[in-house]
Each structure stands twice: as structure tokens, then as C-alpha cells.
């Protein structure tokens, strides 16, 4: 080959040597955006699940609201910091944070003692929104829970209603607790595991019976609520909500549930998010806008 054939062949060579690097880097690129993707996703899971906002985790992430927004849709990087600070607000390991095949569980946090968990990622209740859902309940138990109609799944709908009233109204976290949408309304995920808990600590106690043939779960309180632990707001909205709904069975505040947009825009069993209660018609929302509201 003489000169100009092997200039010639060399520039074909570093031609495709270019084009492999590029390919390479593509190939990067991509996974990349898939790793990226399924990270803003689990973030957004992880958040819902632990019940706070956007604008409650961009303060525990020390950004802006929008940025979290912006790392949730996946169109903003999160850095190595970032990360960090992201695995201790959820309480797991970075690599569990990464591990997009482990699913989340609850776990209360009521002491330093935490048991292991295999294959499972932990999302604890802190331990001032435990002391605070053990009081709410305590409370309605006290004033409603003799009622024939009260029930768990009254029970159930009093919190959503009291949670997602009390953050429309005053924009922070009453209990806090994770509401699924499930068929017969909003259900929070704590309460069985609080609930059995009081149930051991001899707070309240749980009972089979029926209302009108229908099996009926009810708990009954064994010691008079907290007073102190709960601030004139918060007994104002509970008040406000059990005056207005606990005299429905059932069925009925079942049905009612259905109709509030936050239940209505969530996906089935899937956490109801607590920013669209700002999105909530006549006769749901419990808070007068003002023009710069809108």
C-alpha cells in the first residue's frame, strides 16, 4: 500500500474509532436518563409515602420548590450531596435509595432499637407525628367513638378528612399520615400498625360487632387524650370535621370521600397527593381564596 492508501486508511480508521466513541457515549447517555427517570420516580414514591409536599421536602433539601418539582419530572440531575441528604430524610441508605427493585415500608420510630429489614426499604413515622396521630385518634374515640355508626372505616375517612382539611387550610401537616386510594375511600396506611401498638401500650381497644348485620370493627379508648400535644387549630378542624361527618355510616361518607378531587385525580392504590386539596370545589374546600391565592 503505498502512501497515500495508507493515510487514506488511516483517517476510514480513526473515522470509525470516532464513531464508536460517540456510539459509546450515546449508549451513556441513554442509560443514564433511564437511571435518572426511575431515581425522580422512586424520590416521588418516597415523598408521597412519607406524606410530606414538594414545598415541605425542598426546605428538608435546602432548594426551591421548583427544583424538586423539576427532580421528580426527571428534567434536573441530583447530585451527590443531594443524594445524601435525600437518603437521611427518608431514613434509608443511598445504595436502597438506588435499588429501584426494593419496595417501601413503613416502620414506626419510637425508639434508637430498629429492627433489620431484608430486601425492604424503611420509611419511619417520626416520632412527634406518632404522638400526634395516637392523640387524634384518642380524641375522636372520646367524643364519637360510642356511636354506633363509628366504625374503622368512618374512622378511616374522619382522618383523611382532618389531614387533607387542616393542610388546606393552614398549608402544613396536621398528623401527616399516607392515604391510599382504595375502592371504599381513602386509607390511611399507619393506622393498623398505631393502632395495634395503642392497643398493646393499653391505649384503646378493639372490638368485633355489627351495625345493622354488617361486621363492624370499632376501637375504644381506655384513657382520655393528650390535650397538650394538640394546638387550638387542630382541635378546631377535627371539631369541625367530626360536626359535619360523623354521623354518616359507612356507605355514606364512603361515597362522599369518592367525590373530593384529591381521591378523584390519584391514581388506585396508589398515595393521594396533599397538593391537590388546593384544587378542592364547593362543598370540600374549608378555605376562602383570595385573589393571589388563585
Do not use: C
Not at 382520655?224 to 400535644?229: G, Y
Amino acid at each position: 500500500m503505498n502512501f497515500y492508501g495508507k493515510k487514506k486508511q488511516h483517517s476510514l480508521d480513526r473515522i470509525q474509532n470516532i464513531g464508536i466513541i460517540l456510539y459509546r457515549k450515546e449508549v451513556l447517555f441513554k442509560m443514564n436518563e433511564i437511571i435518572y427517570k426511575e431515581l425522580s420516580q422512586r424520590v416521588k414514591k418516597l415523598r408521597k409515602q412519607k406524606g410530606i409536599s414538594q414545598q415541605e421536602l425542598a426546605k428538608l433539601l435546602e432548594v426551591s420548590r421548583p427544583t424538586v418539582s423539576q427532580i421528580e419530572s426527571g428534567e434536573r440531575k441530583i447530585s451527590t450531596d443531594e443524594l445524601v441528604k435525600l437518603a437521611e430524610i427518608f431514613n434509608i441508605s443511598v445504595e436502597g435509595l438506588l435499588d429501584f427493585k426494593k419496595e417501601p415500608k413503613v416502620i414506626l420510630e419510637e425508639s434508637k432499637k430498629r429492627k433489620s429489614l431484608k430486601d425492604q426499604i424503611r420509611i419511619n413515622v417520626p416520632q412527634k407525628n406518632l404522638e400526634k396521630f395516637r392523640e387524634v385518634l384518642l380524641y375522636i374515640l372520646n367524643k364519637i367513638g360510642s356511636k354506633p355508626n363509628i366504625g374503622e372505616t368512618v374512622i378511616y375517612k374522619l382522618l383523611y378528612f382532618i389531614d387533607f382539611d387542616f393542610y388546606e387550610k393552614y398549608e402544613e401537616q396536621l398528623i401527616g399520615a399516607t392515604y391510599l386510594k382504595n375502592n371504599y375511600g381513602p386509607t390511611p396506611v399507619e393506622f393498623i400498625e398505631i393502632a395495634n401498638k395503642m392497643i398493646e401500650d393499653k391505649e384503646i381497644e378493639k372490638i368485633k360487632s355489627e351495625y345493622f348485620t354488617y361486621p363492624q370493627v370499632k376501637y375504644l379508648p381506655l384513657r382520655r387524650p393528650d390535650l397538650s400535644k394538640l394546638k387550638a387549630n387542630e382541635v378546631e378542624v377535627i371539631d369541625q370535621v367530626l360536626g359535619k361527618l360523623s354521623d354518616m355510616n359507612a356507605i355514606q361518607i364512603s361515597e362522599y370521600s369518592h367525590n373530593d378531587v384529591p381521591w378523584l385525580v390519584s391514581e388506585n392504590k396508589e398515595p393521594i397527593e396533599y397538593e391537590s386539596v388546593f384544587y378542592r370545589k364547593s362543598p370540600y374546600s374549608v378555605r376562602e381564596y383570595s385573589s393571589e391565592d388563585i
